[in-house]
């Protein structure tokens, strides 16, 4: 089996992590979680691969997009590789 395309690099408990925790998971898509350091100024692994400190970031190898803000994360995914069929959440 390979490595999943998706990695996310999330703090623990980070509730903007868990919301795009919980798109990866509804859409089934296997990822990576990296966890990363507690301290903003010592996250320089998120710095070299989305240009900030913040998380979520995530890298999308299948792709090549690398993104950090969970809005636009969940935007992506829904973008991606959400069903064309869906209504969007409209009940």
Known sequence: MSDPEITLYRLQACPFCERVVRKL??????????FVEPMHSDRDVVKRISGK?????????STGVTMSESANIVDYLDRTYGDADETGGAA
């Open 53 to 61: 400190r913040t998380v979520p970031a995530m890298v999308d190898e």
């Open 25 to 34: 998971e509804a859409y089934d898509l296997d990822y990576r979680s990296r």
